[in-house]
């Protein structure tokens, strides 16, 4: 089942020009090189959901997410690899009219799409809709958006494994939590982890990592909510500057939606004098490069 992966994870440590002299050592845990679509976080998230719903014989799997989601393209290609059928709940008609790269890729890997209006995908989570959606579909096995579950976060457990205990704060962009709550459970206690939320508003997710770690494993955990850049999915080009100014330094290509905000963030907290002089941070490179199609042709990479 342990397929997906065509390249192991690995740790590229950044140019040092890049954080001296304000910390001791800045790495990059690159999970974005699993697979070119099933990528970096999602999927760990993705692996245990598929693994239960073959063990349980469905034949469909149904998840949810907007027009540019990560997750559903993921889930689409994982689902292709094992031979299940896959529905995909987009949030929003107008995506129809205005097909997305990720959309179409999700086509592309046999997902069959199903448009909805925001206020039907705002009902994702209510077992009415579930059991509505069940029927409609052939009893699939539902995943939550984002992989959002207790199977994607003890998937994400795995990406602690990856990570040794010389590094003093490891950082990762956030959008559900799920990772971010594998990664620090499986860690030890006192680890420093921060998160990057890359939408207005984030700040709210460090109620719901509250919920998710485990109780010894509160203590030195923050999601940062600073480095939207005018929200979920928005750009500018300060940040595409940013992503090909740290590409010609590190030969790293970052997305435009998580890790190249999580990144912007971490150039201005190095400044700010946010982490100790002796720290050793490991960034997770959590994937998502699918999702720069759209400013491909302002990007070095
Ligand atoms: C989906 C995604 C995230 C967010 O992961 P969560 O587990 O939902 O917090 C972070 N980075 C990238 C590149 C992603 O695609």
């Not at 002299?21 to 990059?28: F, I, N």
């Not at 469905?58 to 689409?76: E, P």
């Not at 420093?192 to 485990?214: F, S, T």
């Amino acid at each position: 089942m342990d397929t997906i992966p065509n390249r192991e994870p690995f740790i590229q440590p950044l140019h040092v020009d890049w954080y001296r002299p304000y910390v001791a050592a800045l790495d990059m845990l690159r999970l974005d090189v699993v697979h070119p679509v099933v990528s970096g976080n999602k999927w760990y998230k993705l692996k245990h959901n598929l693994q239960h719903a073959i063990e349980e014989r469905y034949k469909t799997v149904l998840t949810f997410g907007g027009a540019y989601s990560n997750h559903l393209v993921a889930a689409a290609a994982a689902a292709k690899q094992y031979g299940l059928r896959s529905i995909g709940i987009v949030r929003g008609t107008y995506a129809q009219d205005s097909i997305t790269p990720t959309l179409l890729e999700c086509v592309e890997y046999g997902m069959e799409l199903q448009f909805v209006s925001r206020e039907e995908y705002a009902m994702k989570e209510e077992g009415d809709y579930l059991l509505q959606l069940s029927q409609r579909f052939d009893t699939p096995y539902i995943i939550p958006e984002g992989g959002a579950n207790e199977y994607g976060r003890i998937g994400c457990e795995e990406i602690a494994s990856f990570i040794d205990n010389k590094y003093t704060h490891i950082c990762l962009a956030v959008g559900t939590g799920t990772s971010f709550c594998g990664v620090a459970n499986a860690l030890p206690a006192d680890t420093n982890v921060y998160g990057y939320a890359p939408m207005k508003g984030g700040d709210y997710l460090n109620e719901i990592i509250d919920i998710y770690l485990e109780a010894d494993k509160r203590a030195n955990k923050k999601i940062y909510a600073d480095w939207h850049f005018g929200g979920f999915g928005k750009r500018t080009d300060e940040l595409i500057g940013f992503m090909n100014e740290f590409y010609r330094m590190n030969e790293i290509p970052l997305d435009m939606v998580y890790t190249g905000k999580m990144m912007a963030g971490i150039q201005q907290q190095l400044q700010q004098q946010v982490f100790p002089a002796d720290a050793r941070i490991l960034c997770i490179h959590t994937g998502g490069l699918q999702g720069n199609a759209s400013v491909q042709q302002s990007l070095i990479y």
